[in-house]
């Protein structure tokens, strides 16, 4: 099994910095054996993959609209993972969640369906 826990939340102002940090507790699966990504839900909108660390570390994917702005970041040691979140906009706040799988289809990371394990989030706030 994998629990997973959101940390590092909060309210920030506009052009503002937060780390996401999520701490993953493992039985089965180390945690370089697992995806694991980050999505985000704001208030009537889809659940929306945003970066993901996968499995071979060969290269991290991250969608567009927050590409140059978030970095994921990954440290085996410490079973956690971290979303870096720079120049932080109003449109960023959302609820954030990280997702682990085992395996998934890479082009298929930024999908809810692909992931067996959820946190259960961590509100982030951008607002003056």
């Known amino acids: 099994q994998v629990q997973l826990v959101e940390s590092g939340g909060g309210l920030v102002q506009p052009g503002g910095s937060l780390r996401l940090s999520c701490a993953v507790s493992l039985s089965r699966f180390t945690l370089d054996k697992l995806y694991i990504t980050w999505f985000r839900q704001a208030p009537g909108k889809e659940r929306e993959g945003l970066a993901c660390f996968p499995r071979s570390e060969s290269a991290t994917y991250y969608v567009e609209s927050i590409k140059g702005r978030f970095t994921i970041a990954r440290d085996n040691a410490k079973n956690s993972v971290y979303l870096q979140m720079n120049s932080l906009m109003s449109e960023d706040t959302a609820v954030y969640y990280c997702?682990?799988?085992?395996?998934?289809?890479?082009?298929?990371?930024?999908?809810?369906?692909?992931?067996?394990?959820w946190g259960q989030g961590t509100q982030v706030t951008v607002s003056s």
């Open positions: 997702a682990a799988s085992p395996w998934l289809v890479d082009e298929w990371w930024n999908r809810r369906d692909q992931y067996e394990y």
